[in-house]
């Protein structure tokens, strides 16, 4: 089947003044939103160039483009958002950004995936551990409120453990650009799912600010 425009929008992400247009395209899966074979192209408003990215995630659900100042206020970087379709919510981000006459990822859902890891234990007395092991970081949620059919399921009268337990951490189902400060150049908010005994049994979320900061998101 032959390869059809996806989505398309029109700014400067060549950094000369003249909007360049983006596009991503890809071969649809029948009448439905689901995509497949999919490609980042960018044509240079000045020379009519065209620039043409296979994409590492290359299926998607309704998948979209947004121009966004990431790496300098005067910028427009190139974030691409890729639902996966699956239950959880999972969507897989992907950014691009000119740099020295190319186009060159910065960010992917899998790098960060693997990166930023966690670890979510039950413990004694109603209560959670979500530690974020990369920051170092360990938040404690309560378990009060989940009523005493989930309550009796993991633990027994005297708020002792029935077993060991331990939840686990959605992929990125969120990444939105915020200007928190106000100056042009947009942060980026990650957000993440905390499940505790099956993917629905929601206990909070992870929110990570990330910066762009010596030539990588910290």
Known sequence: MAASIITSVKGDVTYDGIPDTVSLIGVQFGDSNAW???SLVIQNGATGRITAIALPDDAAYAPSIALVSLTGKDKRDILLSLPTGGSGGII???IYTYDDGTFRQI???DDYNATYTYQIQYLEGYAVKAASQLNRQEYFIDLTGK???YLNQLYNADGSLREPMEGFVN???GLYPIDFDGDGQSSLLAWQRIAGLYNADSLGYFLNTLDWQGGTFV
């Open 36 to 38: 497949q074979q999919m």
């Open 107 to 109: 960010f992917a859902s």
């Open 171 to 173: 992929p990125l189902s």
């Open 147 to 149: 009523g005493s059919d």
């Open 92 to 94: 897989d981000y992907i």
